[in-house]
C-alpha cells in the first residue's frame, strides 16, 4: 500500500509559484511604503507621526497574526486560510489606494497587514506539505530568494511607480497588487492542494492572547521609536518579556495535559535545528532590515538622489540576493550550516566595505564604486535566508508545519522592528552630533548593522561546530590499528 507522500502532487511546482507570488506581494509592502511617505504626508495633508503608521501600523499586525494564522491553517486547512487572506489582502490594498484621508488609509493598512499575517505561514507549511527531500531545499530556496529579494527591491519598485504615475502615483502603490492579487487568486483556486486538515480544530484561545498581548508589548515602542515612543513606553518591554514568560509556561501545561498548543514547546526543545535557525534568523534580520531605510535616508537626503535612483543605487544587492538564494536552495543539503556561516561572512564584508566607501569615497562617484561591495554582501545575503529556512523548518512535523513558519518569520519581523528603529534612530543620532556629516552617519548605521549581524554568525558557527562533533562521533575515523593491518594486507 502506497501512502499519500509516495505521490507527490503533479501541480506542486505550479502552486508553489502561486505561493510566491502573493508572498513577495506581502513582503514587498514593508519596504516599498517607505519612499512614498514624503508624497503621501503632502496628498493627504497629514501630520509625519500619524503618516508614519502607513508603515509601522502594517508591520505590527503582520507580526501579530503570525502564529496564530500559522496555528489555524494547521487545523482548519491551509488552502482554505491562504485564500481567504488572499482575497482580502486585495480587498484591502485597493481600500488603501482609494482612502480619502490618513485615517482610513492607516485602517485599511493594518487590514492589510492582518491579511499578510494570514498568508505568510501558510507559504512555508504548503512547502512542507507538497515537497519532500531534495526538492524541498529547492522549494525553499525559491522562498527564501523570494523573502530576501522582496525586502531588497522594495524601494527601487516604490520609486519606479512614483516616476511614472506622477503626484498622485502613491495611490499605485497599492493598487498594483489588486490585478495580481487577483490572478494569484484565481490560479490559488485551481492549483492549491486540498488536503482535510487533522485535528479537532481547537485554537488555544488563551495562547492566542497571551502570545498576541507579548508580541504588541515588545513591538509597539519600537514602531513609535519615531516620535519618542521608546523613552516614553520604555517599560513595555519588560512587560512583554514577562507575558512571553507567562505564554510559555502556559504552552507547556497545554502539553502536559495532551491538549493542541498554539505553538508546540517541541518546536524548541526537541525539532532538531528550529531554536538556533530562529535566534539566527531574528539576529540577521536586525541588521539586515535596518540597513534599507539608512540607505533610502543617505541617497536621497544626503546625496538628493530620487527615490528612483535611490532603489537603483541598491540593486546590486538585490540581484546577487536573487542569484545565490536559488543555488543555495540546491546546495544546503550537501554543505548544511557551512552555507549560512560562509554566506554570513560575505554579507559582513560586502556591507562593511560598502559602509567603508560611502563614508570615504566622493559623493558624487559613491553609489558607483559601493556597488561591487553591494553585490558581495546580496550573494552572502542569498546564502544566508534561504539555506537557514530550510534548515530550520526542515525538521519540523507537517501537522506543525503552519505555527512554526509562523513563529520563524515573527522573529524575522521582531529582528525587522529592531533594526528598523534602532538604526535610522542611530542615523540621525549620528547626523546631529557631526552636525550634519551623511558620510559618518551611513557609515555608523551600516557598521552596527553589521555588528548584529557578527551576534548570527557567532550563532551559526557554534550551531556548525556540534554537527560536526555529531557527525565524527557517528562516523568515528578508523583506528591507527586498522590502518597498520589495511597497510600490511
Known amino acids: 500500500m502506497h501512502r499519500p507522500d509516495d505521490h507527490p502532487d503533479p501541480n506542486r511546482w505550479r502552486a508553489l509559484w502561486v505561493t510566491l507570488v502573493a508572498g513577495f506581494m506581502t513582503l514587498l509592502d514593508v519596504t516599498i511604503v517607505a519612499v512614498a511617505l ?5 496628498g493627504l495633508h497629514a501630520s509625519a507621526a500619524s503618516v508614519q503608521w502607513v508603515v509601522s501600523g502594517y508591520a505590527l499586525a503582520f507580526a501579530l497574526t ?6 489555524i491553517g494547521d487545523t482548519f486547512g491551509r488552502r482554505r486560510v491562504f485564500l481567504v487572506a488572499l482575497a482580502a489582502f486585495v480587498v484591502f490594498s485597493a481600500a488603501a489606494g482609494a482612502a480619502p484621508g490618513i485615517e482610513l488609509l492607516v485602517v485599511a493598512r493594518l487590514a492589510q497587514g492582518v491579511a499578510a499575517g494570514g498568508i505568510a505561514p501558510q507559504n512555508s507549511a ?3 506539505q507538497m515537497f519532500r527531500g531534495a526538492e524541498r531545499g529547492r522549494a525553499f530556496g525559491l522562498f527564501g530568494a523570494t523573502v530576501g529579494v522582496s525586502s531588497a527591491v522594495g524601494p527601487v ?6 516616476a511614472l504615475a506622477g503626484p ?3 495611490r499605485w502603490i497599492f493598487y498594483v497588487n489588486v490585478p495580481i492579487g487577483a490572478f494569484a487568486l484565481l490560479l490559488g483556486f485551481r492549483l492549491l492542494p486540498r ?3 487533522k485535528g479537532r480544530g481547537y485554537l488555544d484561545p488563551v495562547g492566542v492572547v497571551l502570545l498576541g498581548a507579548g508580541i504588541l508589548a515588545l513591538m509597539l515602542p519600537l514602531v ?12 513595555l518591554f519588560p512587560a512583554g518579556l514577562l507575558v512571553l514568560s507567562v505564554f510559555v509556561r502556559w504552552e507547556r501545561r497545554v502539553a502536559r495535559r495532551d491538549g493542541q498548543p498554539l505553538l508546540d514547546p517541541g518546536l524548541l526543545t526537541e525539532t532538531r535545528g528550529y531554536a538556533t535557525g530562529a535566534g539566527l534568523a531574528a539576529l540577521y534580520f536586525v541588521g539586515f532590515s535596518g540597513v534599507w531605510l539608512v540607505f533610502a535616508l543617505f541617497f536621497q537626503n544626503g546625496l538628493g538622489f530620487s527615490p528612483l535612483l535611490s532603489g537603483l543605487a541598491v540593486t546590486p544587492f538585490a540581484v546577487g540576493s536573487a542569484t545565490a538564494a536559488a543555488v543555495a536552495g540546491r546546495l544546503v543539503d550537501r554543505l548544511g550550516r557551512a552555507l549560512t556561516v560562509w554566506g554570513l561572512v560575505a554579507v559582513m564584508l560586502g556591507l562593511g566595505t560598502t559602509a567603508l566607501v560611502l563614508w570615504l569615497a566622493p559623493s558624487e562617484r559613491a553609489a558607483w564604486i559601493a556597488a561591487p561591495a553591494l553585490l558581495v554582501g546580496g550573494l552572502g545575503s542569498g546564502c544566508v535566508i534561504s539555506p537557514n529556512i530550510t534548515m530550520t523548518l526542515r525538521d519540523v512535523p507537517v501537522r506543525m508545519a503552519g505555527a512554526a513558519g509562523g513563529a520563524l518569520q515573527t522573529g524575522q519581523r521582531l529582528g525587522g522592528a529592531v533594526g528598523t528603529a534602532a538604526l535610522p534612530g542611530l542615523f540621525y543620532l549620528t547626523l546631529n552630533a557631526t552636525h550634519g556629516d551623511y558620510h559618518d552617519a551611513v557609515a555608523l548605521s551600516v557598521g552596527s548593522g553589521v555588528a548584529a549581524m557578527l551576534c548570527a554568525l557567532t550563532v551559526a558557527v557554534l550551531d556548525w561546530r556540534r554537527d560536526r562533533s555529531e557527525r565524527a562521533r557517528r562516523c568515528p575515523p578508523e583506528t591507527s590499528h586498522s590502518h597498520t593491518h589495511a597497510g600490511q594486507g
Open 126 to 128: 504548503l512547502i512542507q
Open 168 to 170: 498622485e502615483g502613491w
Open 66 to 71: 503570525l502564529v496564530t494564522a500559522g496555528r
Open 224 to 235: 513609535l521609536a519615531e516620535g519618542g515612543g521608546v523613552g516614553r513606553v520604555w517599560w
Open 157 to 162: 519598485v516604490g520609486g519606479l511607480i512614483l
Open 38 to 42: 514624503p508624497s503621501m504626508q503632502r
Open 195 to 197: 488536503v482535510a486538515p
